[in-house]
């Protein structure tokens, strides 16, 4: 039966390609048309009668999708009221499930504020069938899977991969968390510890700020006006207060909400879609159906009193922020027609006749975003968010005054189809081409967009635009009045004049009702002729022919051009066979990284050219023709990806630009003013990033603090920076990778565009083999422990991060230390965060930089660091006796696992592209590593393990090297939680200044490449 489907695919693609070759338009049918998406899935299903069938309501088999989309697809109602989704994909090498339930935050009792959240974390501690607190998450770990969920207003989403030999068993541990859930009393008051310690994390955050502000001025009487995440005061201290069971709360939560037809699911796996059928009727198909409607609210979140009203806020960071929302109706119902989606493309617009560009003329923004915003069922707002300069906060009026000058011109240009037209060719475009995409991303995006749609739609319904309808603009844009909108303005020139302090995460803030006579101004029925409809696309690809396959070429990149000024691996998609290509090249030069003078220059080039050319590259960017720059240790580099039919034209007007490029002082200032708030905003971040950060600085043979940075950057002038590019376009090295829908000589073509340029000026210099050196890492000596301490004044939490180095990479030791960490991160997990309660944010991982291989375990934690540091040592004391009680067939589970996670194969041209990019990044360029170390790892052994683990990661191992670094919370006193017994009983070394560390210690050699290349290598025979 297989193989009967295979040929009648085979045979149904070459007629539908012979469809299309007849037509002789430039843009070809599948775009113009949509008719043309076909309905595959009707064709495959099998007539016979399925098993369970007594349990199934409707099958729908006749779902949209695109005509390259090879999966089959089946949607189920089955008799309960649970909806499901089946995807069979006989080539997918990993399973993924997500289940998505239509109740969230706006569903939990006012007086318990996060019980649906709570709700979601105790789901994955235990059920009666499987009661181990942790017996799901092992069992996907052994099993090469990964999970998350996510609650939100409207929606609670789990969802988790695993390889595909093992979804049905994954599927039954799966579907008692919505059976029989325990609700243990021992996992609900450690659990409530991981909800606090989420909240903690978020609580110096601006954007969890800013989001609980838009609630707290929504109508008191709305659940909009509300907190979802919930703490350990609102969860345990004040429900005990007043003799409430939390537990008995969670089941009754559970209870009442979980019901069946509030339930929407998703499996992909290798299965037919019979099998997958039976499995999901099976399991999924006896789950009670409640007698409770599906939430949807009706009231509008603001009235009229909360309505014409500015917010003003004083941040954490120094950021510089308006934002204008409107409140508008329910748009989910017309996800046909998609008039949000032609107004998001008008005011995000970014060309020569936009907002932003008026907005960037008169010095007030550099960035601006609009768009509509899905709360919940019934509550959406459309948002217009404009970054502020310094001179911009003073102009908040006239910047919303532009705003509705852009309005009105839209009114009277009405609707335009021939813009619509544009965004629907886009949209289809990106529809008939798009990746096939992660399964695990898949099934949790679908699973979410289920719940508002038709199982017929919900493939299509992101991209498709299937209707003109100007009345829903039209009714839309009426929504968009002074006395519909919120202003909301966010800057530190507010501080002490807010007369409000939110409960929840402590930002000042006041509600100040618009005055009548700036509402009138913002009501009048002007213009700004500076203000106009967009130009048309020039950016949108009509040539979508595929480039021949070369047999004789090699199935990796190869070298097809070497210079002294460049170098470029070169490989034919033949994988994914889309009309698309990544084009990378990489911008090289010693002189960069002399100091953090010459960083801050490079990095405010960037800046400066990014935003200068954005207002040329914003069409390319709607069309999926995308140029990222951006600065490195070392320069910059360039990446071009999308369609590749303009590719071409868009480097070459690139390079141009690059070499005649002349800074705008106005822009200079208000960039560099940007710069040194974003370095200074680094001390804010959250203290797991410093801490990685941190180490990063003290491993480094170059790295630079960024407090010299912004040191160094008041003296940086216009001049410095046209001076130093100068110089630095004139001695460089280029490496190149170009990947995709390209062949050879177009490749060769590129290649011509990016180099002449430079090799046409005068005075250009090769760079030597000594100025090619890449930065090595400084190596620990044998059985040290180093701790770096410092202090964070914004978050309340504390971090800890072990760095335990574990000696240059080779194939097999990659492969030792990375089986070594698959082995513990769930025991690390399970001990640290779920039973000892340390923190929200616990994880270990192996990484590799500058070719030296380490081990990390990370917690963030509101305990003190050195409590925290010596609960990670007994915990890696644990460990010994867990490699002890280890079976072999356990540890095969894990050498499973992780040859799954190594051979699965990337999802889409630009995941394949990362994967190339990354060994040419590292200078490794082995383009075979996932077969080639899954082959060493097939000979690695327990004792290989336990020999490791003695060697270098037990406190008595003769090779450990550890690196500790403790960013300890100004904000708690933990004093009394023995903050000096590390240094006692551990013999660490305490570093005073990084400077003279690195300087007392030696560096690790840089691993040999696999294919060896240089300055004067020929071209590799491969």
Known sequence: MRCLRSIVFSLLFVLLIAVFNVHSTNIPPHIQRHDMVYKYSRFFSSSKSLAMSDKVERRVD????????????????????????????????????SLSVAVGSLSEPKDLPGLAHFCEHMLFLGTKKYPAENEFTQFLTQNGGSYNAYTASDHTNYYYSIKTESLKSSLDRFAQFFLEPLFTTSATEREIGAVNSEHEKNVADDYWRLAQLEKNA?????????????????????????????????????????????????????????????????????????????????????????????????????????????????????????????????????????????????????????????????????????????????????????????????????????????????????????????????????????????????????????????????????????????????????????????????TPYSIIPIPTETLNEWSKDDLCEDLKMPLKNEFIATDFNLVPIDKNEPGNPYIVHESHLLRCWFKTDTEFRLPKAFVSIDFFSHIVMIDPFHCNIMSLFVRLFNEDFSEYTWDATRASLHLIIQPTSYGFKMQLSGFNHKLDVLLKKTIDKLLTFKIDPLRFEILKEEKIRDLKNIDMEQPYHSAMRYNSIILSEDAWDPKDLLAAIHDVKIENIEEFIKKFLSQMFMESLVYGNIDKPKALELMQILETPFLGQNGFRKLLPRQMFRSREIELKDRESALFETTSDHHSSSCVYIHLQCGVQSTLSNMIVGLFNEII????????????????????????????????????????????????????????????????????????????????????????????????????????????????????????????????????????????VHIKSTLKNTSEEMDNSLISNNNSILIGDITNFKMEHSLYPLPTPFIPVGLTSTKSKL
């Open 62 to 97: 006749d779902i949209e999708k695109s005509i390259g989309d090879s999966r089959i697809y089946r949607g189920l109602e089955m008799k309960n009221g649970l909806t499901a989704l089946l995807i069979s994909d006989p080539d997918t090498d990993k399973s993924a499930v």
């Open 218 to 506: 929504a109508d008191p009487n709305h659940p909009y006006n509300q907190f979802g995440t919930g703490t350990k005061e609102t969860l345990w201290v004040l429900p005990n207060s007043k003799n409430i069971s939390v537990r008995d709360q969670l089941l009754e939560f559970h209870s009442k909400w979980y019901s069946s037809h509030l339930m929407y699911l998703t499996i992909l796996g290798k299965e037919d879609l019979n099998t997958l059928e039976e499995i999901a009727v099976t399991l999924f198909g006896d789950i009670e159906k409640k007698n409770v409607e599906k939430p949807y609210w009706n009231d509008p979140i603001y009235k009229e009193k909360q309505l014409a009203t500015k917010t003003i806020v004083v941040p954490v960071k120094d950021i510089r922020v308006l934002s204008v929302n409107f409140l508008i109706p329910d748009q989910s119902k017309y996800y046909r027609s998609k008039p949000c989606r032609y107004l998001s493309a008008l005011f995000g617009h970014e060309g020569p006749t936009s907002i932003l560009t008026v907005l960037k003329k008169r010095g007030w923004s550099s960035k601006l975003s609009a768009g509509n915003k899905f709360e919940a069922r019934g509550i959406e707002l459309f948002d217009v968010d404009v970054d502020l300069t310094e001179k911009g906060v003073d102009h908040v009026d006239d910047i919303i005054k532009l705003i509705f000058q852009y309005v009105n011109m839209l009114r009277r240009e009405g609707p335009q189809e021939w813009f619509h037209d544009e965004n629907s060719n886009i949209s289809k475009m990106q529809f008939q081409f798009k990746d096939k995409g992660s399964p695990l991303d898949y099934v949790y995006r679908l699973s979410a967009n289920m719940i508002n749609l038709k199982l017929e739609d919900v493939l299509t319904s992101e991209y498709l635009i299937h209707e003109w309808r100007p009345d829903l603009i039209v009714e839309l844009l009426s929504y968009f009045r002074p006395d519909n909108m919120r202003a909301t303005v966010v800057s530190k020139v507010f501080q002490d004049k807010t007369d409000t302090v939110d409960k929840y995460y402590g």
């Open 825 to 964: 991160k769930e025991s690390c997990f399970n001990t640290l965060r779920t039973q000892e309660q340390l923190g929200y944010i616990v994880f270990s991982s192996s990484s590799r930089s500058h070719g030296v291989l380490s081990l990390r375990i990370i917690v963030q934690s509101d305990r003190s660091p050195m409590y925290v540091d010596t609960r990670i040592e007994n915990y890696i004391n644990t460990i010994e006796d867990l490699l002890m009680h280890m079976s072999e067939e356990e540890f095969k589970k894990y050498k499973d696992a992780l040859a799954v996670k190594l051979l699965e194969k990337p999802k889409g041209l630009l995941k394949q592209a990362a994967v190339y990019q990354q060994e040419i990044d590292t200078h490794d360029y082995n383009f075979n590593r996932a077969q080639i170390e899954v082959e060493a790892l097939k000979s690695i052994v327990k004792k290989d393990i336990v020999k490791f683990y003695h060697d270098q990661i037990s406190q008595s191992g003769e090779k450990r090297h550890k690196l500790a």
